[in-house]
């Protein structure tokens, strides 16, 4: 069964990441074997510097892309060779919360080191972990699991995630311009048509598209200068640490300055408890 999966997920794999250079590369060569302002630039010479500009950003986002699709997102790793198993002990302390049920995220968080137990690996998550239940695995500081990515995005690589998501705004952009100057005018319906129809494919390609990525670059570019993750923005109320803070508290905002540098800059993983505590008051926050 567990072999079945892995065949199935790395069949879905190949197909995204192989339909996303698909469209990103045929969009471009449409645009250099039609008479465009690309194909004047860089096919016929005219000016150079504009056709390696275009061919830079499309080379770069697909960069960004497999940079976010194959750095590891913050996987909790294993320890000696076998995942680190939630101790099992008959202490008061861990045995309460056992009972009163680990699937409840605030009764199963440790007293001590507030790390959440997975139900699913058996480890102890540190704070702003989830585990995602298509990689079947627990990752670090979660933000969402992509479906074009295929695979989550996480405190490794959610810088990646952003970047991409900037140069190919920037790209699309880009490809719009030059589809519409492109667009020839013909007196005739069926002649127009028949004179746009690369560009009408390019176009129901690259619009839709530019929607959805300028949605999730502003959406992302937020979260970066707040601190915050998609999970905690669109779940807090159930997670633990944080639903009984007020609403407009966020105990991982260092400010935007800080925020953004350690998002874009750090290259590690932080250790969010210590940051967390010196910032909550933990006895008013119901945690201990």
């Not at 619009?207 to 502003?218: A, I």
């Not at 601190?227 to 007020?246: A, Q």
Request: aromatic fraction near 12%.
């Amino acid at each position: 069964m567990v072999l079945m999966w892995r065949k199935c997920r790395c069949g879905v794999t190949v197909f995204v990441r192989t339909s996303h250079t698909v469209l990103c590369l045929g969009v471009a060569v449409s645009l250099l074997v039609k008479k465009t302002a690309l194909r004047t630039a860089l096919v016929e010479f005219q000016d150079p510097a504009y056709g390696l500009s275009y061919l830079f950003v499309l080379l770069f986002s697909l960069a960004m892309y497999f940079l976010a699709c194959l750095v590891d997102p913050g996987y909790l790793p294993l320890q000696n060779g076998t995942w680190s198993r939630v101790p099992n002990n008959n202490s008061d302390e861990e045995h309460g919360d056992e009972e009163e049920g680990m699937a409840d995220e605030t009764r199963a968080l440790d007293r001590t080191n507030r790390q959440r137990p997975c139900d699913y690996c058996e480890i102890r998550q540190p704070m702003r972990s989830k585990h995602c239940e298509e990689c079947n695995q627990c990752v670090r500081k979660y933000d969402h699991h992509c479906p074009w990515l295929d695979v989550c995005v996480g405190e490794r690589n959610h810088k990646f995630f952003w970047i991409f998501l900037l140069s190919m705004s920037v790209l699309i952009l880009w490809s719009l311009h030059i589809t519409r100057t492109a667009m020839v005018h013909e007196l005739l319906w069926s002649d127009w048509f028949s004179s746009n129809v690369v560009f009408l494919i390019d176009l129901a390609i690259l619009l839709p598209s530019g929607f959805v990525v300028g949605g999730l670059v502003s959406f992302h570019t937020y979260l970066m200068v707040r601190g915050l993750t998609t999970w905690e923005v669109v779940s807090r109320e159930r997670i633990s640490y944080l639903k009984k803070l007020d609403d407009d508290h966020n105990p991982f905002n260092e400010g935007c300055m800080h925020n953004v540098l350690h998002f874009l800059a750090s290259m590690n993983t932080r250790h969010w408890e210590s940051i967390y505590s010196r910032r909550v008051n933990v006895k008013q926050a119901g945690i201990v």
